[in-house]
Each structure stands twice: as structure tokens, then as C-alpha cells.
């Protein structure tokens, strides 16, 4: 199987966002992630993501994402797909997506320009020169903002390399009208994690992106296989024992997201540093006893 087949197959299983381990001085560490990476390896996660938004992308220096793109890919060894998280400016972004096919990156994940003038026609655009400088891998869409409407999904969707969407808007309606207007040649992926994962399944997102898998990857691997089997109640179960985790990572607007998952793998034993500003850090006494209580259910 060739490395585009195997990353086509395993695309609608769980894409695990990567953290961005940091020393004491601030500077990346990625080291730290080995047991993270292991952990998920083992557990069966399908796919890994590094620079993703779990990974704090836009604390990163050019420099550091291009560092950890050849760190990470050196640590996972092959064993799963890696994607290599894209975006920013137009040149940085295809400087990314040219560094992570050197690499040996599987596809890359653009994120979606956070300009805040960005026209439909110009994403598209950008989205056609990430794909050239991207040597051949496959690009998946990662859309936080669905108002560029479903023309735009349209187009997008011819560009040839592109082989899928991260769907990460609350709006399964809206889900609906990008894929139907859209090449049904796309896999459509949850980008809201497991909590989301029933219901954008429902709509035909197969898989879910997934930051808990730095944590407790063998809780996502058996929602990811509860919904598979459409077993609907056993995912809703399953998501339950884990909505308190994030919970707290969705306080303070969403800046709890990361500081969650890194507080929870210091209290692991997994120090992998803290959350880099504008995100939370620390988390509060109350929110860290919450984390710690669902850490408790992994060893009942």
C-alpha cells in the first residue's frame, strides 16, 4: 500500500492533534512527546497531527513549526500517518507544506487563513498554492468558519489535491450543504472532537479529530469504534465519562483548551511543559481537581 493510500484509508478514523511539548525556557521540547506518541500508537489512534491547534500553532515561531514537523515525523517513525499542520501567510504556509513532504508527512492539514479579509475566491486561491508548494500530499481543509458558503466548497473541492475537510463549526446543517456541494470524492472528518463526533457522524463526517488522545487514547479509539458500529448509545456512554475534561478546556473562550490537556498529562506524569500565552496557564485549583477527577476514571 502506498503512503497515500494508507493515509486515505485511515482518514476517517481519529486525526490526533499533537501537543507542542515546551522546556523550562520556553523553547520546544519535543522529546517530551515520545510516550504521548507511543501511547497513541499503541492505543490505535489512526492518524497524527503535528502543528495542529492542540499543538498551539500560532505560538509557534516559522522556525519552531518547521522543527517540530522534522522532530515529530522522526518520533513516529512511520508507524501511523503524520500530517504536518500548515497556514499563516500564503509564503509560510507553503514553506510548511513543502517542509513536511521532506519531512516524509503523509498529507497536511491548511488551516483556514485567520485574516480577517479573506474572500471566498482568495481561499481558494491560497488554498491551490499550498497545494502546489505541498510536492504531491494530499491537503485537508481544517474550515472554523463555514460562511464562505457552499460555492466555495465547491471549488475548493476541485482542487486535485485535495482529499478531505476537518469540519470544525457546530452546524450540521450547514455540514450538509458543503458536502453536497462538494466532490463526493472528499472524506469529511469531526473537528470538534469526540463530544461533536455523534452527532456530524450522523450527518456523514466519518472520524473525529481528537486532543484527548494525548490523555486517554484508548477512550477515543472506543467511541471512534462505537459509532463505526453505529452504536450510538454506547458512544453517547463513552463521550459522557470524558465531557468533563472538555468542559474545562471550553472555559475562558476556549483558552483552557490546551492548558487542559497539558494539565492533565503533569498530573500523568507526562510533563509536557506549559501552555504558551494567549492560552490559560495555569489552570485554576477547581479546574485542575476536574481534570484530575476524570483522569480517576481511567483507573477506576
Same mark, same amino acid.
Given at each position: ?86 497556514? *499563516? @501567510? !500564503? %509564503?509560510?504556509?507553503?514553506? =510548511? ?5 521532506? /519531512?516524509?508527512?503523509?498529507? $497536511? ?109 484508548? *477512550? @477515543? !479509539? %472506543?467511541?471512534?469504534?462505537? =459509532? ?5 448509545? /454506547?458512544?453517547?456512554?463513552? $463521550? ?61
Amino acid at each position: 500500500m502506498t503512503q497515500t493510500a494508507r493515509f486515505l484509508s485511515a482518514l476517517p478514523g481519529i486525526s490526533g492533534i499533537l501537543v507542542t511539548p515546551f522546556d523550562e525556557q520556553d523553547r520546544i521540547a519535543p522529546a517530551r512527546l515520545a510516550p504521548v506518541i507511543d501511547r497513541a500508537v499503541r492505543a490505535g489512534v489512526h492518524i497524527l497531527v503535528t502543528n495542529g491547534n492542540t499543538g498551539e500553532f500560532y505560538s509557534l515561531t516559522l522556525e519552531e513549526a518547521l522543527s517540530m514537523l522534522v522532530a515529530t515525523a522522526e518520533l513516529v517513525a512511520g508507524r501511523v500517518p503524520l500530517v504536518g499542520g500548515v497556514g *499563516r @501567510s !500564503v %509564503a509560510e504556509a507553503c514553506r =510548511l507544506a513543502t517542509a513536511s513532504a521532506r /519531512a516524509g508527512c503523509s498529507a $497536511i492539514m491548511m488551516h483556514q487563513p485567520p485574516d480577517p479579509f479573506v474572500a471566498p475566491r482568495g481561499m481558494v486561491e491560497y488554498a491551490r498554492r499550498v497545494a502546489d508548494a505541498a510536492d504531491g500530499l494530499p491537503v485537508v481543509l481544517y474550515i472554523r468558519n463555514d460562511a464562505i458558503g457552499p460555492a466555495t466548497f465547491a471549488a475548493l473541492s476541485q482542487i486535485p489535491a485535495v482529499v478531505g475537510v476537518k469540519w470544525a463549526t457546530p452546524n450540521p446543517l450547514k455540514l450538509a450543504e458543503a458536502m453536497a456541494a462538494s466532490d463526493p470524492r472528499l472524506t469529511w472528518v469531526g473537528g470538534l472532537a469526540e463530544v461533536w463526533a455523534p452527532a456530524l457522524c450522523a450527518v456523514g463526517a466519518r472520524g473525529f479529530t481528537s486532543g484527548l488522545i494525548n490523555v486517554w487514547p484508548e *477512550r @477515543s !479509539v %472506543a467511541i471512534h469504534a462505537a =459509532l463505526e458500529a453505529q452504536d450510538y448509545a /454506547a458512544a453517547r456512554l463513552l $463521550i459522557s465519562g470524558m465531557k468533563p475534561f472538555e468542559d474545562v478546556r471550553a472555559e475562558e473562550m476556549g483558552g483552557a483548551n490546551v492548558a487542559g490537556v497539558k494539565t492533565a498529562l503533569r498530573l500523568q506524569g507526562l510533563d509536557c511543559g506549559h501552555a504558551r500565552p494567549p492560552s490559560a496557564w495555569p489552570l485554576s485549583p477547581d479546574q485542575t481537581a476536574r481534570i484530575a477527577a476524570v483522569l480517576a476514571l481511567q483507573n477506576p
